[in-house]
């Protein structure tokens, strides 16, 4: 069996991660979602509450599990006996840094390869940060983001001191 993981902070996770998470599923046997807990970036939603909304919204594709970790994504990988680690691209300015991480996990683990994916054009323009950054300003993420991740965030906003831009 082959094994893959797909890393990343999912603040809050959007189509373009779904995306990319459904095509690496259909390649790979099994695809463990890892959602980084601690990340040099401020985070809108805790550990607990990404992890709720990628587990629902990945939960019709049974060779995927989602789980959070803390640490080197590489002993993450090692941990599930993954050889590969899957990433998303969406532009060329992410190839820069997606490059670089490659150089940086082949050196830490010899044996780990990297899979970078293109995000399916419909789904190119999207980011975490922009979906934050809109439903902050009141704007609509109905076509960016399912419908209970929507509902989920347009709920969190209008709640007393939900967000405050603070590191959870």
Known sequence: MTFAIYPGTFDPIHYGHMDVARRAASIFDHLVVGVYAHPRKTLMFPLD???SLARE???DIPNIT???YEGLTVDFAAK???RVIVRG????SDFELEYQMAMTTRKL?????????????EHAFISSS???E?????????????DFVASYLAERISAPNAIGGQNH
């Not at 044996?111 to 995000?119: A, K, P, R």
């Not at 809109?134 to 399912?146: E, L, N, R």
């Open 130 to 132: 922009m979906v934050k």
């Open 49 to 51: 509450e990404r992890l």
């Open 134 to 146: 809109i439903i902050m300003a009141g704007g609509c993420v109905d076509q960016m983001v399912p």
């Open 66 to 68: 989602v789980e959070g």
């Open 89 to 92: 691209l969406r532009v060329i």
């Open 80 to 82: 599930h006996e993954a």
């Open 109 to 121: 683990s010899p044996e780990m390869d990297m899979v970078c994916l293109m995000t399916s054009l």
């Open 57 to 59: 919204a990945l939960s």
